[in-house]
């Protein structure tokens, strides 16, 4: 074994960039997002205009939203890089950071650290199709995605959008979806557990039915990006894999608990891989060869 | 000035001058172990250990460290806003590190200066540190250094090496930084070269004779990791583990931390502490949902990570030094060593007819 030399590297001016310290920002705005208000959408402005340009991010990354006091929690970007002036996170209520957030109200000062974690393969889905499935509040990062793919829709071939929540109420983003169902560059196929609202007039049904019924057939070109919950997830991949999609072609995003969200505090590991640094993006191929610790 | 002689009076005489340009630490006898402390007034190291209870790790990577400080005082322009505290940045010297541990480091820092991200909490705190290495002339039982890239009188990650001597210790200087250290502390008597060499020599040939537990390790890179993932033998392995913790703690090479906001009133800060992957909480989703919520798979991370994963990612061999503690320490006597052996044997063809580790 042969040990990294005790003298350190000459370049060393690196060092004084803190990676933990957050770039702080003022809540422009919070959006109560369902009927059971437990999804709040925070916009977030920068304090110093300088580091929306250091916070240079695409859709698939994430950042700790910092409150100090509280914590840090790491949260999937929202908002889309072509959307300049401020930045979007969808903060589901549940813990201590989170709940705290839920509290919070526009002109508070926090913070944001990163962007953290690799993007969807924007480069590898330039000229392809792509298929987006989506359940329940894990809807931000495509919902990121589809802005930007909108913003470059030259760059794309077929974009379908499934998504699906418990009832209509429960949809996030629900404006933005009715306009992109008016829209004919963009198959959307919203769908609900089930609806009482007798002029629902989109889908009823599970999203893995949904997904059987409306997703384009598999090819080379064809790339599927999936969000949801694990039990969606479970149900969807075999439908997936009747449709021939290869797991090549399967682009899943994991969520583990972190703290640092740099690879350094070791706990979001799967096998030798961090979801933080290494994900949280990672292809069905590459999870298939990984243990299940997600 | 590549060797030097240092007699009983010098040795005492140089660790006091030391003082006065270095935060110096050293072994000191507290119950019946030996444990790093910082050397303050008088004190002096006691150099009759074989190794401390806890490493040094704690030098460089304190257990509780504040990363920010800021306020929550609304009527203060800079409320809500982190910024890091003034630091002490005085030189440190840590007097009497064993070989494995000083390897240990080097092990760590694989971790907190990696391509894309610095620690600069780490990185300063270990580029103000001298390390003065005591060549180990009787390894304990439960050693196993030979067998994990180090040796009793190994000098990677040292700055500076002692060895006993009739009458005070023989020293050499490996870098800058240890050469400045011990013109600093007036140890500048010169020794012979081919005497002082053969002395080095000796001493380690004599040390390593004692070392007779070896470990495999040699195909832990070649075995599919999934392999050993599922391999049968973990259920035994963390059969008796109470997940106390007493490894992960007592390791030079474990560097798992949480962070944590704690405010007093108004005045908060936010602090980094050592985590144990035995813990429960280490990977408990908000939800409720655990990735590694039963103990086997808790003691499965913890040597995968050491004896696997590090493995695969750095391609520099095993994540552990052989310093022994966690063997020494375990209330339920798990041994790394036979973990270790188990996992460079196994071989899931063979695994179906007997899945009982052979202790």
Known sequence: ?294 | MKFVKIDEKQWAEGIGKLKSGYRVFGPVKEGKDHEFRELTGDASPDMAFSNTRLSPKSVVYPQSEVMFEYTTDESRPDHHILKEPRRDDTPRAVIGIRPCDALSFLLVRRNFDSPEYKDPYWLRNYEATTFVGYGCNDPCATCFCTSAGSAPHDTQGLDALVVDRDGGYAAKAITEKGEALMKAAGWTDAMDEAEAEALFADRAAAAEKKITRQVATDKLAEKPSMDLYDAPFWEDVAFSCINCGTCTYLCPTCWCFDIQDECRGCEGVRTRNWDSCMAPLFTAHGSGHNPRGEKVQRVRQRFMHKLKYYVDKYGEGIQCVGCGRCVRSCPVNIDIRKVCDMMNAYDPEAANDCACPTT
């Open chain 1, 1 to 294: 074994m042969t040990a990294p030399a005790r003298q350190l590297d000459e370049n060393r001016g690196d060092i004084m960039q803190n990676p933990y310290r957050p770039y702080p920002v003022r809540i422009d705005e919070i959006i109560t997002e369902t009927e059971d208000k437990n999804l709040k959408t925070f916009k977030f402005v920068f304090i110093d205009p300088e580091d929306e340009k250091r916070f240079a991010y695409l859709p698939g990354q994430f950042a700790e939203l910092s409150v100090a006091g509280k914590g840090e929690i790491p949260i999937g970007i929202a908002s889309s890089p072509t959307e300049k002036g401020f930045v979007k996170f969808t903060v589901n209520k549940v813990g201590l950071v989170s709940s705290h957030l839920h509290a919070m109200k526009a002109g508070d000062v926090m913070g944001i650290r990163g962007p953290l974690g690799h993007p969807y393969p924007w480069e590898a889905l330039k000229g392809k199709n792509v298929v987006i499935i989506g359940g329940g509040f894990a809807f931000t990062t495509l919902r990121s995605s589809i802005i930007y793919m909108l913003e470059h829709r030259d760059q794309f071939g077929q974009i379908n959008v499934i998504y699906g929540a418990r009832t209509p109420g429960m949809l996030l983003y629900v404006d933005e979806l009715k306009a992109w169902e008016a829209r004919d560059d963009i198959g959307m196929h919203i769908t609900v557990d089930g609806a009482k609202d007798p002029d629902w007039k989109y889908n009823v049904g599970f999203v893995p039915t949904i997904t059987e019924q409306k997703a384009p057939p598999a090819d080379e070109n064809t790339y599927a990006i999936i969000c949801g919950p694990p039990i969606m997830i479970k149900f969807t991949q075999p439908v997936l894999d009747k449709l021939g999609y290869g797991h090549d072609r399967i682009i899943m995003s994991l969520e583990n608990r972190m703290k640092c969200g740099i690879g350094m505090c070791g706990r979001c590991n799967i096998g030798k891989d961090f979801v933080c640094k290494d994900g949280p993006v990672f292809t069905l191929a590459q999870l298939n060869g990984m243990p299940k610790e997600y």
